[in-house]
């Protein structure tokens, strides 16, 4: 997995960062990449579908900043661990809470 995305120029505003975690990260992925619905996308996450809309919503609004503003976009934290690639979805550490 990529950790961070730096843009190629620094903006005349100066270098800025935002952080997008990782369960956003798989919010995007499942939605926006694999095009999974909300439900599914929410059922494989082992969260409601009001809350996987929320992460969703929060994690385009995360990227759209990074890339019109040229922030680095950092991917860390939260509360979700991504399965490792060619294996099964493994589940930790997330019970559905921000």
């Not at 005349?12 to 990260?25: F, N, S, T, Y």
């Not at 909300?38 to 929320?54: K, Y």
């Not at 919503?57 to 399965?83: C, S």
Request: charged share 30%; proline share 6%.
């Amino acid at each position: 997995m990529v950790a961070s995305f730096i843009p190629d120029r620094i903006p005349p505003w100066g270098r800025e960062e935002v952080i997008l975690p990782i369960e956003a990260l798989e919010a995007i992925r499942l939605s926006d990449y694999q095009g999974l619905d909300q439900e599914t996308a929410a059922r494989m996450m082992n969260v409601s579908r009001q809350t996987f809309g929320r992460i969703l919503a929060e994690a385009r609004a995360i990227v759209a900043d990074a890339l019109v503003m040229g922030k680095v976009l950092r991917i860390e934290g939260g509360h979700f661990e991504l399965p490792p690639r060619g294996r099964r979805r493994h589940r930790h550490g997330w019970g559905g809470r921000f």
